[in-house]
């Protein structure tokens, strides 16, 4: 949609709640998680469907082939989130006129605008993927000006229990903000860290951006898990939440509305999405 294509937009993902017209859609997805169940609940049972070859994402067939899309948007990036890709291609074989199918799968910034020029392009959009990237760009460049003096070493964490570091596009999100991510290299998968590493890495800002959770979840979550070693991290620094639903988990353009948060992480300023722990 931020591209101007919303119109020709006829169904979303169950995970789909941005913008606001977008929940307004069909449905063509289903996860049999339930999303409310705690962070230790939600990764085993993701853990056993992937085990027994079960889908951790279905898709609805019915409803696509009535929908009939020219066009059918997917990714490949996040096991847990992505629908498989041979299922979304053998539902997409049954369709007349069969959709092309397209798969995103950016890991780093540089893949994200690849993304976009390639949906721009698909849907005869090209120009405004030009100009839709060069806007997020001279945003991310901007940040240079009310980078700290001296760069801050951060860690993001990304998931509780047990505990990840986020990796991918966010530590070019923390350089651009002025910092240093000292969990993760750029493009690499998040990974589980435990708590006495994540210790020795001796962070001056700690940012809690759970995968899927808005501020008020994460806030919930991080109570519900506290333990000795979390506590001895979370009481080593300042320590933020950052909407990490909407902000940092999905490769899109509001991955700098990101880098300008964990900026204000850095300069001490809570802004809507952004919230002081404790």
Request: aromatic share 4%; with cysteine; hydrophobic share 45%.
């Amino acid at each position: 949609m931020a591209l101007g294509g919303g119109d020709a937009l006829v169904g979303v993902s169950h995970e789909c709640d941005y913008p606001p017209a977008a929940t307004r859609l069909p449905r063509l997805t289903a996860s049999p998680i339930d999303p409310a169940a705690p962070s230790a609940a939600i990764d085993a049972e993701v853990r056993r469907l992937t085990a027994g070859g079960l889908p951790v994402i279905a898709v609805d067939g019915e409803a696509l082939a009535r929908l009939a899309p020219d066009l059918i948007i997917t990714q490949g990036l996040c096991e847990v989130c992505a629908v498989a890709d041979g299922a979304i291609h053998r539902l997409a074989s049954v369709v007349r006129p069969a959709p092309a199918v397209l798969s995103l799968s950016a890991r780093t910034l540089s893949g994200i605008w690849d993304d976009i020029t390639s949906v721009g392009r698909a849907l005869d959009l090209a120009a405004q993927a030009d100009e839709l990237i060069s806007g997020l760009q001279i945003r991310m460049s901007g940040l240079r000006a009310g980078a700290p003096s001296s760069a801050p070493r951060v860690i993001c964490i990304e998931w509780l229990d047990p505990p990840y570091l986020a990796g991918h596009w966010v530590p070019e999100l923390v350089a651009a903000a002025g910092g240093i991510d000292v969990g993760a290299p750029a493009g690499s998968h998040s990974a589980v860290h435990p708590w006495s590493a994540m210790m020795e890495l001796r962070p001056d800002l700690i940012v809690v951006m759970l995968c899927g959770f808005g501020v008020g979840r994460a806030r919930r979550e991080l109570m519900e898990t506290r333990s000795a070693e979390s506590e001895a991290l979370l009481g080593s620094a300042p320590v933020w939440i950052l909407d990490g639903n909407a902000y940092t988990s999905r490769p899109g353009p509001r991955v700098v509305d990101g880098a300008e948060r964990l900026q204000c992480a850095m300069r001490g300023q809570a802004v809507p999405g952004l919230e002081r722990w404790m």
